[in-house]
């Protein structure tokens, strides 16, 4: 079962260039997160889809765009990348919103901004 | 706004011992409680939840949670700490006010199992 596949990896990237993180999912899971993760401050969601073609903005969302063409993939823009963005990134995803339903997690994405 | 807590940023057990990782909790109407673990660069892995039912959850590689109602908390247990338990633990509400639904997470807590 390979769950959530992020890419890339690890990355690092120059201040002002466009990046895409690529996020899929194998499970046909409805709803799908973005979060980022910083020392000290944990787990900040970004944006979210909670069905294909539908999208919403989370706690931290400037900077940052996504699109759901579909239910598998959901991946993340960052138009013009800054040093903030230096972060890892989890791509997340649930079979619903149902409060029992649990969010299952990608490896992560290591992206440093220079 | 729902938010929960994690108050100590570091437990220090030895192997063998019991082990206990601290959330409290601040919700409006029902809470729904989860907790992950971290290893380093790794993604969060699901260990358990409450959603409702008896107070006291079992979960993965024997792990278990007691909610508390009465003092909002959600805190992790393990009767017999391993060496290999040592990571992040993060606690996390599911946030069912917003159209987001999603987990809000306290700012997690370094457990290291000394042998």
């Known amino acids: 079962i390979a769950g959530i596949t992020q890419a890339p990896t690890s990355q690092i990237l120059a201040a002002g260039r466009r990046m895409t993180l690529r996020c899929t999912q194998d499970m046909r899971h409805n709803a799908m997160y973005w979060y980022r993760q910083d020392l000290g401050l944990g787990l900040r969601l970004i944006h979210y889809s909670n069905t294909a073609g539908t999208t919403g903005k989370g706690e931290v969302p400037d900077g940052y765009s996504v699109s759901r063409a579909n239910t598998d993939d959901f991946p993340l823009t960052l138009a013009s990348a800054v040093p903030s963005q230096t972060s890892v990134y989890f791509c997340?995803?649930?079979?619903?919103?149902?409060?029992?339903?649990?969010?299952?997690f990608g490896e992560g994405s290591w992206l440093t901004v220079v | 706004a729902q938010s929960v807590a994690q108050p100590e940023d570091q437990v220090n057990v030895a192997e063998g011992n019991p082990l206990t990782v601290k959330c409290t909790y601040s919700?409006?109407?029902?809470?729904?409680l989860f907790w992950y673990v971290q290893y380093p660069n790794r993604g969060l892995q699901f260990l358990l939840k409450y959603i409702t039912g008896d107070n006291l959850v079992k979960g993965s590689y024997g792990f278990e949670a007691e909610f508390n109602k009465s003092q909002t908390s959600f805190h992790l247990k393990k009767p017999s700490a391993l060496v290999s338990d040592s990571a992040l633990y993060f606690c996390?509400?599911?946030?069912?006010?917003?159209?987001?639904?999603?987990?809000?997470f306290g700012s997690g807590t370094q457990l290291t199992v000394l042998p």
């Open positions: 996390a509400v599911r946030d069912m006010t917003g159209s987001a639904r999603q987990l809000t």
């Open positions: 919700v409006s109407g029902n809470p729904y």
């Open positions: 997340a995803s649930s079979p619903g919103q149902g409060s029992g339903n649990t969010i299952y």
